[in-house]
């Protein structure tokens, strides 16, 4: 090891309003197995007992910043930021997620001590549906340069998770002083701030472990959840992040960055269409249901992922109730693979493909028709 000593971390917790939820965010990062961390709680002037939860934690780890004013989302989060006074921090924790593995500051600075070059070390994020944990697959290496991951910027984007994330100070000015200004009416401000640090970061190591829940629960209503309910708001964000990164690319002399964002587009036009029918979800589960017998059937859903549980979950308060999901990226014990469906179900059962992308569902169609006249397939968008 180059560095014998033993760094400060700071973890950045933002809260309003949400006293319940904060109470066991603060006590998974608490959890952390590294000790010499310090929890900033940016409590943006709650009105509710937010400060007495903060309070009721005995420990000189937590650094309690109550504002005097309500600033909103962002500038509560960049004024809490300015308090940092440690070697790397994760820049933000929401008070509705939370951070899952004890292990992660600890694992995270082993590299950064062996390393001196390292920049960045970043984790897996999960997202939690409805209490159900799902990932999105993809096959990452041990180390990027920054570089790296701009260049496939469409690819890694939604893996990209400032939560998962450890950073050098140094690099907290490119929060504190952001080449971009915030907008608080869209969502990408984030994926901005990352777009800019990773063209600045030469050595990025990964940890392939999921650290930190992204927890989405239907009947709450979150600033995520209301701009993916309007086509019109995921474009405006969609497009907010290219209108702020490509005259900065042009700046620095990096333009052939900017091809890079035509699949970046193809790829969130995908995510909205997948969007648009997810707020459709419940005419379309009553139409499936009622264009089909599935009361005592043998179901599989194919596709353990946001349309797969939401799927489930209504079937269960119809009284119907399915055999498995079968998914053969995802893993769990609900979960088939397709080769161990066709050993152990081959006749009279029926398989809904649960999915509002077009490709998938493709895919999905060709490996199910080269078993002729064994299930019925059902879809739930009409091509």
């Known amino acids: 090891m180059t560095n014998t000593k033993s760094p400060k971390v700071s973890i950045v ?5 949400r006293a319940n939820e904060l109470k066991e965010a603060i006590e998974q990062v608490l959890k952390q197995t590294y000790e010499n961390i310090e929890l900033l709680i940016g409590d943006d002037c709650s009105s ?3 400060q007495e939860v903060i309070k009721s934690f005995n420990t000189n780890k937590i650094k309690n910043i ?6 909103g989302f962002f500038d509560n989060w960049q004024a809490t930021l ?3 006074n440690s070697d790397y921090f994760i820049p933000i924790i929401c008070d509705d997620d939370r951070l899952v593995d004890p292990n992660f500051i600890k694992d995270s600075i082993c590299l950064f001590m062996q390393e001196d070059d390292i920049d960045m070390v970043f984790a897996r994020v999960g997202t939690v549906i409805n209490k159900k944990l799902t990932l999105q697959e993809h096959e990452f290496k041990n180390e990027y340069t920054g570089m790296q991951l701009v260049k496939d910027f469409y690819l890694y984007q939604k893996h990209l998770c400032l939560s ?3 950073l050098k100070k140094k690099y907290l000015d490119f929060f504190l002083n952001p080449n971009f200004k915030w907008d608080s009416s869209i969502v990408s401000n984030d994926q901005v701030l990352i777009y800019d640090i990773l063209l600045h970061c030469k050595k990025i190591k990964f940890l392939n472990k999921v650290v930190y829940h992204w927890i989405r629960e239907e009947n709450i209503e979150t600033f995520s959840n209301s701009i993916q309910s309007s086509v019109y708001a995921q474009l405006k964000n969609t497009t907010s992040l290219v209108e702020h990164v490509i ?8 333009e052939h960055l900017i091809n890079s964002f035509d699949k970046y587009f193809l ?12 707020n459709l979800n419940q005419e379309i589960f009553e139409k499936l249901i009622s264009e089909n017998e599935l009361k005592n059937k043998k179901i599989y859903i194919y596709g353990f992922g946001e349309v797969g549980i ?14 498995n999901f079968i998914d053969d990226i995802r893993k769990g014990e609900d979960i088939i693979t397709f080769s161990n469906y066709l050993k152990n179900e081959n006749e009279d059962s029926i398989i809904i493909i649960a999915s509002y992308k077009r490709k998938i569902i493709h895919n999905i169609y060709k490996k199910l028709i080269q078993i002729p006249n064994k299930f019925k397939i059902l879809e739930l968008i009409d091509n």
Do not use: A, W
């Open 267 to 278: 790829n969130h036009f995908e995510q909205m269409e997948m969007n648009y029918y997810l």
């Open 48 to 50: 509710d007992n937010t």
């Open 66 to 71: 109550r504002h005097k004013k309500n600033q």
């Open 164 to 166: 998962t994330m450890i």
């Open 310 to 323: 939401k799927l489930n979950d209504f079937l269960i308060s119809k009284d119907i109730f399915i055999c």
């Open 247 to 254: 005259p900065y690319l042009k700046e620095k002399n990096l």
């Open 13 to 17: 917790l933002v809260t309003y309003n």
């Open 82 to 84: 300015k308090y940092i």
